[in-house]
């Protein structure tokens, strides 16, 4: 089955820099990578996502770019602020065929003012 | 719309008890799944249902079994809790199999 992988695990940043977290997958079938955000004691939710036929997608301050070839992808968050500070999960999903996410184990964003 | 829930928000059961989780959407959504989410290691896949009378594994099913009867409800039954199914269990529903949304969460500690 599809493996993700995370890096880093945790990431602590000053306010107005960027953030960077990185996941690979192993199923060269998946075509769908979505990006969720937890808040602390708070539900998962989806903040960006992108599909295999697409090599980046920007909105606003994220960007999320996908290789393909070398099976990974990445979140970009610029100008960070204290409130981007929360747990980043990366998925990946083969549409059409199973309709499961496998999710990498997360990456704890702290944002210091 | 009060989009995904779950009952109950917290449980505290002795090792050995029953309980089933239930979750409820009102948005008409086809496929639903129940994750468990531990310390480090992310969202991890139980059971998902991909419509109404359909139930499926994911990941790490053992210890659970889920039922689907009614398009809106998914419940994620553990018939003899363990200590290792202290956890937070999270359900989520989705419209076409893509964006999944997640319900609040059930924190359940077997002691």
Redesign the interface.
Known sequence: ?ENVE?HP?TLSVQEGDSAVIKCTYSDSASN?F?WYKQELG?????II?IRSNVGEKKDQRIAVTLNKTAKHFSLHITETQPEDSAVY?CAA?I??SN????????TLLTVNP | NAGVTQTPKFRVLKTGQSMTLLCAQDMNHEYMYWYRQDPGMGLRLIHYSVGEGTTAKGEVPDGYNVSRLKKQNFLLGLESAAPSQTSVYFCASSPGGKTQYFGPGTRLLVL
């Open positions: 089955g995370q695990s769908y979505p708070k539900r998962p939710q989806l996502d999960f999903s549409i059409g309709y499961k996410l496998t999710f990498g184990k997360g």
